[in-house]
């Protein structure tokens, strides 16, 4: 029996005194001409707490594109904060003039709402939802991708963040300082626990 078996090259580890580590590239590719927009939300978890949302858009060479992070008062769930992020990523796209773009965050919800399944929200989230449909119908090409957390670094840290800010911060062509790092993380690799993946 003929047997071919094609393996890719495997991911290099590490064995350290806290366990083997895996270098773990983050960064896909969108599709051509197509930006990638990250997205996530933050809260405490406090009743009638603050919280933040955060967002970062890159085009297909990863090179960053712009960035948003903003506080959310009175936030009501985890549901709000991620949909809030992810329209202010939409609507900075959308006034970015991209037609195409490809969608990844962490929260299952979300992401199983933009793939079309039904989700059950609450009443209080159903405006933002529309608003959400409202942006995505405008785009000539969408694509969803859900990643795991340490894949949405970037986008996690400025929604913690924006939790802290007054009042929405907008970067345009060159990344805040606080997330640089990250992004490049996301291209050439991190070293993660191999249970983290």
């Known amino acids: 029996m003929d047997t071919n078996l094609t393996l890719g090259p495997a991911q290099p580890t590490l064995d350290t005194e806290y366990g083997v580590l895996v270098h773990s590239i983050s960064w896909v590719t969108p599709f051509e001409d197509s930006w990638r927009l990250n997205f996530s939300g933050y809260t405490t978890g406090a009743a009638n707490g603050n919280a933040g949302a955060g967002c970062v858009l890159r085009d297909q060479n990863a ?33 970015q003039g991209v037609d195409y773009i490809e969608i990844a965050g962490d929260y299952s919800n979300v992401i199983r709402l933009l793939a079309g399944e039904s989700i059950p929200f609450p009443s209080s989230v159903q405006s933002l939802i529309e608003e959400c449909s409202y942006f995505l119908a405008k785009f000539r090409g969408v694509m969803i991708r859900q990643v795991t957390i340490h ?47």
Request: hydrophobic share 50%; net charge negative.
């Open 63 to 95: 090179i960053f594109k712009a960035a948003c992070a903003a506080p959310i008062k009175d936030c009501e769930n985890v549901d709000m904060t991620e949909l809030v992020a992810l329209n202010l990523g939409l609507d900075i796209a959308l006034r």
């Open 151 to 197: 894949a949405n670094e970037p986008a996690n840290l400025l929604a913690i963040f924006g939790s802290g800010f007054e009042e929405p911060l907008q970067w345009f062509d060159k990344p805040p300082p606080e997330i640089a790092d990250s992004l490049i993380s996301d291209v050439i690799g991190r070293w993660m626990p191999l249970d983290g993946l």
